[in-house]
């Protein structure tokens, strides 16, 4: 177990890497640890987190839960993170990140995943922060399913938000609570984004599935809406 540090796990080109069953605390007498819970780069495979028996908890850090860059095909699943800063987990530059069954309550988003292709983002526990889940910039073949996305603190920020997209990507069948804006938002991308089977209820600030400046195609299909402050769904360019 690691306490009262300032940055928890730091690697850097490790192949084979493996981080599970650990307890990581950045609190300090000053407060928070300065950097990220878990940081990993230019690490193809990471494994942190593997099933529920290796679960790792990660608390009270100014930066991320677990920061992943340029490292494709890692699992990050089976994490309990809170009181961190920014972002529960962030994925940057890499492509085949799988983000599942985490619990997690950050100051931020909880999931941002930033480029990429072929990322599964699923049955993760998500409460507090500005957004549930970010997608910004990413392409092809991308899953945003599953996830259950309580209240969220960001007046004016949306619960799931596919920002930018490019290629295709999926949000299905996720459980969205008390949303500070928009349930689900897709904005200012070009690819094709289904948004289909998800349950929304209250989102206090706007409607419960919006497309707005968004380029690309579409399908909205079979969603459960209650309790939307403005629209159901919009639509607009």
Same mark, same amino acid.
């Given at each position: ?11 850097s ?11 990581? !605390? ?17 690490? $193809?495979?990471?494994?942190? &987190?593997?099933?529920?028996?290796d679960?790792?908890? #990660? ?10 860059? $340029? ?20 994925? !940057? ?5 799988t ?14 995943v930033?480029? &990429? ?23 092809n ?7 259950? #996305?309580?209240?969220? +603190? =960001?007046?004016?920020?949306?619960? #799931?938000?596919?920002?930018? $997209? +490019?290629?295709?990507?999926?949000v ?7 949303? =500070?804006?928009? &349930?689900i ?5 070009? &690819?094709?984004? +289904? ?11 706007a ?8 380029n690309?195609?579409?399908? #909205? ?17």
């Amino acid at each position: 177990d690691i306490t009262d540090a300032d940055w928890g796990i730091y690697a850097s080109n490790v192949a084979g890497l493996s981080i599970v069953d650990s307890q990581i !605390d950045g609190r300090t007498a000053a407060g928070r640890g300065t950097g990220s819970g878990i940081f990993v780069e230019n690490s $193809n495979g990471a494994v942190i &987190g593997a099933a529920s028996n290796d679960t790792n908890i #990660i608390r009270d850090f100014q930066g991320h839960g677990v920061q992943l860059i $340029n490292s494709d095909n890692a699992l990050i699943s089976y994490n309990t993170i809170s009181g961190v800063s920014q972002n529960g987990v962030y994925v !940057d530059t890499s492509d085949n990140a799988t983000v599942a069954n985490n619990t997690i309550n950050a100051d931020a988003n909880g999931v941002l995943v930033i480029s &990429g292709s072929d990322h599964d983002v699923q049955f993760n526990t998500i409460n507090g922060g500005v957004r549930g889940i970010l997608l910004s910039g990413t392409a092809n073949n991308n899953n945003v399913v599953n996830n259950f #996305i309580g209240q969220t +603190t =960001g007046t004016s920020w949306n619960s #799931i938000e596919i920002f930018g $997209n +490019t290629g295709t990507t999926n949000v299905s069948n996720n459980d969205i609570d008390n949303a =500070g804006w928009d &349930g689900i938002n897709v904005n200012s991308g070009t &690819g094709f984004v +289904t948004v289909q089977g998800n349950d929304i209820d209250n989102t206090t600030g706007a409607s419960g599935i919006a497309f707005v400046f968004h380029n690309g195609d579409g399908l #909205i299909n079979n969603n459960s809406i209650d309790g939307a402050d403005r629209l159901g769904s919009y639509i607009g360019r």
